[in-house]
């Protein structure tokens, strides 16, 4: 099996998680997958250039954010932010797992993960 394929699965298999652990919090399966492609909205970004494109789109894709918003969600036993921060990793995710990855700023199709075709 090809690197890139056992990646895909490895990352395929975390937004099964995502999406089980939601469930498992009895949080609302309607919510997960109407903000599931919220975090897109940072593709704006590239409305201005790639630089900019870039970094807003990392913002929004990096698991840094998502995952200290967890953290904070179990601290305050927040149900609003466990909710998101969930939606958010697995959008992630999910993303990754279409080999969707970080973007560099010379161009949108190159990512960590590889060149989009």
């Known amino acids: 099996m090809k690197l890139r ?11 099964l998680i995502s999406l ?12 997960f997958f ?5 975090p897109d909205i940072s593709m704006l970004g590239y409305i201005v250039n790639t630089k900019v ?10 698991l840094i954010l998502p995952a200290i918003l967890m953290m904070i969600g179990f601290a305050m036993i927040s149900t ?8 958010w990793l ?14 560099y700023d ?5 990512t960590h993960l590889q060149q989009i075709a």
Do not use: V
Not at 5 to 15: P, T, W
Not at 80 to 87: A, Y
Not at 106 to 110: G, H, N, S, T, V
């Open 20 to 31: 089980f652990f939601y469930w498992q919090f009895d949080f609302s399966l309607f919510y």
């Open 106 to 110: 010379e161009a949108f199709k190159k």
């Open 34 to 38: 109407l903000f599931l492609l919220l």
């Open 80 to 87: 609003p932010l466990l909710m998101t921060s969930i939606i």
């Open 53 to 62: 494109g870039a970094l807003f789109y990392n913002i929004g894709h990096s």
């Open 5 to 15: 394929k056992i990646i895909s699965l490895e990352y395929l298999l975390a937004f």
């Open 90 to 103: 697995a959008h992630i995710f999910l993303d990754r797992a279409l080999g969707y990855g970080l973007k």
